[in-house]
């Protein structure tokens, strides 16, 4: 159980960050500078939906495993 968890805390904090990484942003730096991007908005649809989704998944799964490592430990 124990070499599982180590494990899981290897790879499900590296796919959240590959995760998080191919997610797109709409405006960058561009309305930092007084660009007209700040009112821009879009549904996420396709591909882009489901790397928001498996972001949460991720998410929500690096915390379980990490509770999860803090209790088999005690």
Do not use: D, H, W
């Not at 796919?15 to 730096?29: E, F, H, P, S």
């Amino acid at each position: 159980m124990v070499s599982i968890l180590l494990i899981l805390q290897i790879v499900v904090p590296c796919l959240l960050v590959v995760c998080i990484l191919l997610q797109q942003r709409g405006t960058a730096l561009g309305s930092a500078f007084g660009g007209s991007g700040g009112g821009f908005y879009s549904k996420r649809r396709g591909a882009e939906k489901k790397i928001f989704i498996a972001t949460i998944i991720l998410s929500i799964l690096f915390i379980v495993v990490s509770i999860l490592s803090l209790v088999n430990k005690s």
